[in-house]
């Protein structure tokens, strides 16, 4: 499993702009996530698929705000970084900038 550990990004979408740490962890096998958006209650969120790719991993996720809906993610770590973005119904590409690991 690759990307374990605790991170942190900027993103700038229509709804937030500010700082968005990402969990990711070893749940049994597979991929946990947990997503922290200050002042952004998280719905919840089902892993569809995930899939690594070298250094990438590419997911997809659906959450109870849009069902039915497939969510994105691509993200590829280097090191303790990593850039990546997330393709939502509705809303487009959204871009994870100065992506960076804020702990193991």
């Known amino acids: 499993m690759i ?3 605790k991170w942190a990004c900027n993103v700038n979408t229509m709804f937030f702009s500010g700082e968005v740490k990402l969990d990711v962890f070893d749940n049994n096998g597979s991929y946990g996530f947990n997503v ?3 002042g952004v209650q998280i719905p919840d969120i089902t892993v569809k698929s995930v899939e690594e790719d070298d250094d990438t991993v ?3 996720v659906e ?3 849009l069902p039915g809906k ?10 303790d970084e990593f850039d990546g973005f997330l393709k939502i119904p509705f809303i487009g590409k959204v ?3 100065d992506g960076h690991r804020i702990a193991e």
């Open 58 to 60: 590419n997911a997809v």
């Open 36 to 38: 922290d958006i200050p």
């Open 70 to 79: 497939d969510i994105e993610l691509t993200v590829t770590f280097d090191g």
């Open 3 to 5: 990307g374990l550990g």
């Open 63 to 65: 959450t109870s705000l």
């Open 95 to 97: 871009k994870f900038k």
